[in-house]
């Protein structure tokens, strides 16, 4: 695989649109990441302050308790949490507990008693019941348990947190010592109502904010995109429309300001090419006209050396007739006077053909039929010459033009070809006839291995009057050049003395054919 092509995958707008739109996606599920663990961490950051502060609310019951209680063992405080309790003693420690915890809302909490491993002196200000409550939670009761004997047994403060779907629960307790003896622990309970409160509205919100602003990302990337897309349509259908024709109106017009730019110079250049196109054709008619007059010269002397020698011919035997009275004489040279007189037709004949404008009676044909036909009607002179032609069967294709103009040119190269043995001593003569397609052109080739051409006689085959036959007029291949060109074609011949010659007709195709047609038509009527 080439380096190249990975940077070819987003090469059109719309794949780059495309990725813009995936990018905003990936944005948005980012934001919403961010967004929640935003959310989580304040919800950590509201409980780590909560457990703070009830440590600190522990730490100062622990102290008062330890104040209050002074340095005497026999007091009931200090008794009730080292023998079995009393209704009494359970509620001197409860009275402890509500005077500690009465300053911060919605902490309860009591003592733990390592020597009966129990919970006394339970409290909770915050109740609006009639009269303070005094039973612990029971679904609680165990953590609670729990964490008070581990600071109790580790001698080291101990926490524990539950998270529900509505609130979250702290659990804590401090070790409670007296001269260097453990008597258990006071713990405490904080519930944190609705933690989440206000903030899953807030979620909501910014995740609906989010997914709005994505959404409405994605919305404007494909409206670009289908937006650019038919603007780059329009362009196209333009440019195909002009390739057909220049002269066609735009049938469309786009939305975005840069593309109205880019089909308005695409407008300004279909007028600049028309316009070019015509001064092209003008500088063709005038090249045209001026090799006319150019060649006028060598028609000129051409008709000049050929009706020179006729009338010549005429002269001498109108004079020979006067001054004879033979019989046999006079009818010898009325013979040759008629004679030439028909030389004289033919070449006016010619030179008038050659003169008028080549009109062109255009249709589709398949030029393997037309060389088939003309290789048949030609077959009786070949063989009495001991001419092989090779040719038949050739494939099926197809050009648009004047076929009977056509056929004449092909009859005149391929006598052309038969009249090259005349005077060789070649073994086998052989004249091939092929027809070859390719992407723009038709083929039409005719191929011998008679004499060929002398020196530099390929280079003046096609001047008017130019010929190697003793009594040829040099007009045939001429005529042939002018009807190929008509057709928008080319006639070319390449010959070496000796060897043989290929003259070769090139037809456009008929796509190409009929997009010339109009100037096809002009170069008939500039002939």
């Known amino acids: 695989m080439r380096q190249q092509t990975p ?16 990018l905003a996606c990936v944005l948005f599920a980012s934001a919403l990441t961010g967004f929640f663990l935003l959310i989580r961490q304040t919800q950590s950051t ?11 609310v522990l730490d100062t019951f622990s102290n008062d ?67 303070p409550k005094q039973d612990i939670p029971p679904r609680e009761r165990p953590t609670i348990l729990s964490v008070a004997r581990q600071a109790a047994t580790t001698g080291k403060p101990a926490s524990s947190i539950f998270r529900g779907q509505k609130d979250v629960i702290l659990f804590q307790a401090v070790p409670l010592s007296r001269n260097n003896r453990v008597l258990g622990s006071v713990w405490a309970m904080h519930r944190i109502h609705d933690v ?9 919100l910014g995740v609906s904010c989010l997914a709005i602003a994505a959404m409405a990302c994605v919305g404007v990337a494909f409206w670009i995109t289908r937006n ?25 017009n786009v939305s975005a300001a840069e593309l ?17 196109i015509e001064k092209e054709r003008q500088l063709v008619e005038q090249l045209h006209h001026k090799e006319r007059l150019a060649s006028l010269g060598q028609v000129a002397a051409g008709v000049a050396h050929e009706l020179r020698n006729p009338l010549a011919t005429i002269r001498l035997r109108a004079q020979m007739s006067l001054r004879s009275k033979d019989p046999e004489q006079l009818d010898r040279s009325a013979k040759l006077t008629l004679e030439e007189i028909d030389r004289l037709s033919a070449v006016l004949d010619r030179l008038l053909y050659f003169a008028k404008p ?27 010459a001991s001419i092989e032609f090779v040719g038949p069967p050739f494939g099926h294709t197809e050009i648009v033009g004047d076929a009977l103009k056509l056929r004449q040119v092909m009859e005149n190269l391929v006598r052309n070809a038969m009249e090259s043995f005349e005077g060789t001593a070649t073994a086998q003569k052989k004249i091939t006839v092929s027809i070859v397609s390719t992407p723009s052109d038709v083929l039409l080739r005719v191929e011998d291995n008679g004499a060929g051409l002398p020196g530099n006689g390929s280079q003046k085959i096609f001047d008017p009057f130019f010929t190697t036959k003793a009594r040829g007029t040099g007009l045939g291949l001429s005529i042939a050049s002018e009807i190929v060109r008509a057709h928008q074609g ?10 043989g010659t290929i003259a070769e007709i090139a037809l456009p195709r008929p796509a190409d054919h009929l997009r010339n047609a109009e100037a096809s038509e002009l170069s008939g009527q500039i002939l």
Do not use: W
């Not at 650019?228 to 469309?252: C, F, H």
């Open 7 to 22: 940077t070819r995958v987003f090469r059109s707008l719309r794949s780059r649109i495309l990725l813009l739109a995936l």
């Open 196 to 204: 989440d409160s206000g903030r899953d509205l807030q979620a909501l």
């Open 490 to 499: 080319t006639l070319t011949i390449k010959s070496a003395s000796g060897v």
């Open 228 to 252: 650019v897309q038919a603007d780059v349509s329009t362009i196209q259908s333009r440019l195909q429309d002009m390739e057909s024709d220049l002269n066609q109106p735009r049938k469309g």
């Open 358 to 384: 080549i009109q062109l009676q255009r249709k589709s044909f398949d030029p393997a039929q037309m060389c088939e036909d003309l290789l048949a009607s030609l077959e009786p002179e070949a063989e009495s």
């Open 260 to 276: 109205d730019g880019i089909l308005n110079g695409i407008d300004k250049l279909g007028v600049s090419l028309q316009q070019k």
């Open 65 to 131: 308790y330890l104040s209050a209680v002074g340095s005497s063992n026999d007091s009931e405080p200090v008794q009730a949490l080292m023998e079995e309790p009393t209704p009494r003693t359970n509620a001197v420690l409860a009275e402890f507990s509500l005077n500690a915890f009465r300053r911060d809302p919605g902490v309860e909490g009591g003592f733990y008693s390592s020597a009966r491993d129990s919970l006394l002196g339970y409290a909770f200000p915050t109740n609006d019941g009639p009269g």
């Open 46 to 56: 509201i409980i780590s302050g909560s457990a703070a502060h009830l440590f600190t």
